[in-house]
């Protein structure tokens, strides 16, 4: 193979690579997208919305301020299921990561 064929090479690999990446992230955008509207639909859908939420939860690079929302839409479905320690344990959580949130 000559010099420009691996040079090449290795670019249309570089762009095919790029191309798989970025279709992932916006993949994993997407799921994370509609894991959120599940949990934001705590009232309208709580069984679906407290897994939803735990999973969004699981993540490490949630600002303080998602953290506590979710938190809160967790609560607010645990609290429509009459679950009211769960609730309880989701809402103080939730403020006391953001005691002034606008959403309580």
């Known amino acids: 193979m000559t010099g420009s ?13 790029l191309i798989f990446a ?6 994993q955008r997407d799921q994370t997208t509609a894991e959120y509207n ?9 069984e ?15 600002s303080d301020t998602n953290r506590a929302r979710l ?3 967790r609560g607010r479905a645990s609290f429509s299921l009459e679950d009211w320690p769960n609730a309880a344990k989701d809402f103080e959580r939730s403020t006391e990561l953001v005691p002034d949130d606008d959403l309580y």
């Open 5 to 17: 064929s691996s040079k090449f090479l290795f670019l249309a690999l570089a762009i095919i690579f």
């Open 22 to 27: 970025g279709l992932l992230f916006y993949t």
């Open 38 to 46: 599940i949990c934001r639909s705590a009232k309208q859908n709580p």
């Open 48 to 62: 679906a919305a407290i897994p939803a939420c735990s999973e969004l939860l699981s993540t490490s690079d949630l």
């Open 71 to 73: 938190y809160h839409f």
